[in-house]
């Protein structure tokens, strides 16, 4: 049963267009949210974090959207660059927790 | 540089022999986990610890040992009793549970 879903497998933009990559939850007890970046044979790498306390959080060209009614959240690249390519995973902690619950990854493919 | 350090890269073994898995950091982080990630799959969470001499399972311990006898040492054993070992094996730290996790380039793990 899967608790964090990023329902399409990937996304593929034009270099300068805005890339949203989206994320669904399943259980409101969590209330803190992270995407990660990954590149082929490597470790994730952290991107960008949100509290359940805001609906918004910005960082330079990245974006985290939160829509808690909805247990939605999206992360949002403007402008996107070829050096964006890559997996992305959202993530989810519940409060009180000390496990991260991970979806299973979008590949973002940023063309020139 | 600060971060975390895992060895070897590739790893392969005969069926029925345990093999050991190495994570160091120097980041001085307290939380480490090791993680599990298959083709087409999200990160499952095998073993994490908070502290030292301290670790607890994750969702998939069944065939994995770990020990911390060190702040800045977390090695993750794959034993005989799992059955499906190949995979990719990642290694994460943080300060806190609830803080962003740093990880690893992971180890890919393969039967002969």
């Known amino acids: 049963d899967q608790q964090v879903k990023q329902n399409s497998p990937s996304l593929s933009v034009q270099e300068g267009r805005i890339s949203i990559l989206n994320c669904d939850y399943t259980?409101?007890?969590?209330?803190?949210f992270l995407w990660y970046k990954k590149y082929p044979a490597e470790g994730p790498t952290f991107l960008i974090s949100?509290?359940?306390?805001?609906d918004k959080n910005e960082d330079g060209r990245f974006t985290v959207f939160l829509n808690k009614s909805a247990k939605h959240l999206s992360l949002h690249i403007v402008p996107s660059q070829p050096g964006d390519s890559a997996v992305y995973f959202c993530?989810?902690?519940?409060?009180?927790?000390?496990?991260?619950?991970f979806g299973k990854g979008m590949k973002l493919t940023v063309n020139p | 540089d600060g971060g975390i350090t895992q060895s070897p890269k590739y790893l392969f073994r005969k069926e029925g022999q345990n093999v050991t898995l190495s994570c160091e950091q120097n980041?001085?982080?307290?939380?480490m986990y090791w993680y599990r990630q298959d083709p087409g799959q999200g990160l499952r969470l095998i073993y994490y610890?908070?502290?030292?001499?301290?670790?607890q399972k994750g969702d998939i311990a069944e065939g994995y040992s770990v020990s911390r006898e060190k702040k800045e040492s977390f090695p993750l054993t794959v034993t005989s009793a799992q059955k499906n070992p190949t995979a990719f094996y990642l290694c994460?730290?943080?300060?806190?549970?609830?803080?962003?996790?740093?990880f690893g380039d992971g180890t890919r793990l393969s039967i002969l």
């Open positions: 949100i509290s359940s306390i805001k």
């Open positions: 259980n409101s007890m969590f209330d803190y």
């Open positions: 993530a989810a902690i519940e409060g009180g927790s000390e496990k991260l619950v």
């Open positions: 610890s908070q502290i030292v001499n301290d670790f």
């Open positions: 980041l001085n982080h307290d939380a």
């Open positions: 994460a730290s943080s300060i806190q549970s609830y803080q962003p996790q740093h």
